[in-house]
Antibody
Framework: QVQLVQSGAEVKKPGASVKVSCKAS????????MHWVRQAPGQGLEWMGI????????YYAQRLQGRVTMTRDTSTSTVYMELSSLRSEDTAVYYC?????????????WGQGTLVTVSS | EIVLTQSPGTLSLSPGERATLSCRAS???????LAWYQQKPGQAPRLLIY???GRATGIPDRFSGSGSGTDFTLTISRLEPEDFAVYYC?????????FGQGTKVEIK
């Protein structure tokens, strides 16, 4: 079965960086785009960007440009999201989500979420 | 970017009642590329509706979506106890993709 398993919770100081991983299994890794979505405590969802696991340049939300980097490792079927120059406003649960097209369109599988806390 | 405004913020209803949730876009959503997600506390969102009115795999037929252009609606025909949750609309027709702020459906 399809699974997206994310790395564990992180606590970081302002100005630091964090790298969250998302390991995919149960399907052909490079056949589906992967997105990252975050959710601040008690708030709504914010789209962060997209990466094509088969290659090509990722595409990031403009408000995160320069601070976010998405990469992938096809040998381990893992995508990564790194966010730098962390601020308190970056405290959130970060999700990876698989994008499906065809008979259904949308984020059909999600990781379990990774809580990143930014605090001095 | 397209701003999605959901209303109402909270909907207080009883099981068996009909729920009507609204999502209004600041500009037309290309090709009705609008989805609805359900989220329960501590869980990741779950895809319900895509392309404004398509029901995702495994979603009960009490969930239906409609609309086009700038006005979209999610209807739950008869609320079941497991339907009390937060619902988000999401547009993927224009970049950046954006989400609404959510509507909470709570038990009255």
């Amino acid at each position: 079965q399809v699974q997206l398993v994310q790395s564990g919770a992180e606590v970081k100081k302002p100005g630091a960086s964090v790298k969250v991983s998302c390991k995919a299994s149960g399907y052909t890794f490079d056949s589906y785009y992967m997105h990252w979505v975050r959710q601040a405590p008690g708030q709504g969802l914010e789209w962060m960007g997209i990466i094509n696991p088969s290659g090509g340049s990722p595409y990031y939300a403009q408000r995160l440009q320069g601070r976010v980097t998405m990469t992938r490792d096809t040998s381990t079927s893992t995508v990564y999201m790194e966010l730098s120059s962390l601020r308190s406003e970056d405290t959130a649960v970060y999700y990876c989500a698989r994008w499906v097209t065809g008979t259904t369109v949308g984020f059909d599988y999600w990781g379990q979420g990774t809580l990143v806390t930014v605090s001095s | 970017e397209i701003v999605l405004t959901q209303s109402p913020g909270t909907l207080s209803l009883s099981p068996g009642e009909r729920a009507t949730l609204s999502c209004r876009a600041s500009q037309s959503v290309s090709s009705s590329y609008l989805a609805w997600y359900q989220q329960k506390p501590g869980q990741a969102p779950r895809l319900l509706i895509y392309d404004a009115s398509g029901r995702a795999t495994g979603i009960p037929d009490r969930f239906s979506g409609s609309g086009s252009g700038t006005d979209f609606t999610l209807t739950i025909s008869r609320l079941e106890p497991e339907d009390f949750a937060v619902y988000y609309c999401h547009q993927y027709g224009s970049s950046p993709q954006t989400f609404g702020q959510g509507t909470k459906v709570e038990i009255k």
